[in-house]
């Protein structure tokens, strides 16, 4: 097996275990994601993650713990696997979001709302690209109604938001 594959399993039992204290719970998960888009440094950027019952104005924010980051989104990616996937897209930017927000649209269709201050955004064009890349099949489109402040990509990924794990 692997090295960096073992580390992986590590962080994924250690995350996952019973008697792990939250604080370390969040640090194996910070590394996990690290590691998986590919940097594994310091990082300065504190990247808000939410679920919500819904996306739209009205959308009630709750914050996603660690053991929910590694609870299924999408058919095959877990909410840390969309996370990470997303920032090795926002990294060839050059700029981490402030807020990523899952929710989903219709009954069952995966939506994840995220969030740059306008200073910061990455060129739209761009942004889609990058989502290609490390999301196929994932659709972006530019939030016509985001806030004077700041730009909201919304990104559509293929597959069905898994029942269970949808905020009621």
Same mark, same amino acid.
């Given at each position: ?10 962080? &994924? ?5 019973? %008697? ?16 998986? +888009? @590919?940097?594994?440094?310091? %990082? %300065?950027?504190?990247? +808000? ?7 739209? &104005? ?17 058919? @095959? ?15 060839? !930017?050059? !700029?981490?979001?402030? !807020? ?8 069952? &269709?995966?939506?994840? $709302? ?6 910061? $955004? ?7 690209? $990058?989502? @290609? ?12 109604? %985001? ?16 029942? +269970?794990?949808?905020?009621?």
């Amino acid at each position: 097996m692997p090295p960096g594959i073992a580390i992986l399993d590590k962080l &994924r039992a250690l995350i996952a275990h019973d %008697s792990t204290p939250a604080n370390e719970r969040r640090a194996a998960l910070d590394r996990l994601e690290r590691l998986v +888009r @590919g940097y594994d440094g310091p %990082s %300065s950027v504190a990247t +808000r993650i939410t679920r919500s019952t819904r996306i739209g &104005r009205q959308r009630r924010m709750l914050p996603v713990n660690e053991r929910d980051r590694l609870a299924g989104y999408t058919e @095959g990616l877990s909410l840390a696997d969309c996370i990470a996937r997303i920032a090795r897209a926002c990294g060839a !930017q050059g !700029q981490l979001p402030e !807020q990523i927000d899952f929710g989903c649209y219709g009954s069952d &269709r995966p939506v994840i $709302a995220v969030r740059f201050p306008v200073d910061a $955004a990455p060129q739209a064009v761009d942004f889609a690209a $990058a989502i @290609g890349e490390t999301m196929p099949g994932t659709r972006v489109n530019l939030a016509n109604r %985001s806030g004077p402040e700041e730009r909201l990509f919304l990104l559509y990924p293929p597959g069905k938001v898994d029942a +269970r794990e949808a905020v009621a």
